[in-house]
């Protein structure tokens, strides 16, 4: 248990407002100092977090993220997965190309969140939502 945080339980979290957004910073933050990723790397998922939490806010109308401690053997990492119930992403290839935006802000972007994590899978379909899967491994 660190801050509240049970790190054998997946924790979930309900996106549906700004505040949201800052509590699933504050996870994030949270499990990946639990498992002890640099400090680098606890700012680059935190910032990938924040973008995909807004994304799934603003895009996805709201949904879920659910943060885990991951472990292959050999290093210990945190997964977040981001699921909404929204229109789904129409152009995955435009979507995930650097730069784009619908948004007209200055925003990562999918491929900008893409960067900063090592492992990233998307699910989506037209009228079928977004899932999208993140993991950052200890160095």
Do not use: C, H
Request: aromatic letters at 4%.
């Amino acid at each position: 248990m660190t801050a509240g945080v049970d790190l054998g339980t997946p924790q979930t979290q309900a996106i549906r407002s700004d505040e949201d957004v800052v509590r699933v910073r504050q996870l994030v933050r949270t499990v990946a100092v639990a498992v002890k990723l640099s400090l680098v790397d606890q700012t680059k998922l935190v910032t990938a977090a924040s973008e995909l939490a807004r994304n799934t806010l603003v895009y996805g109308g709201g949904g879920t993220v659910e943060v885990a401690t991951v472990d292959n053997g050999r290093r210990r990492g945190v997964r977040i997965v981001f699921a909404d119930s929204g229109p789904g992403i129409a152009d995955l290839d435009l979507a995930l190309t650097d730069g784009y935006t619908t948004g007209g802000g200055l925003g990562l972007g999918l491929s900008g969140a893409r960067r900063l994590v090592d492992e990233f899978d998307i699910r989506t379909g037209v009228g079928e939502g977004t899932t999208i899967t993140v993991t950052k491994w200890s160095r």
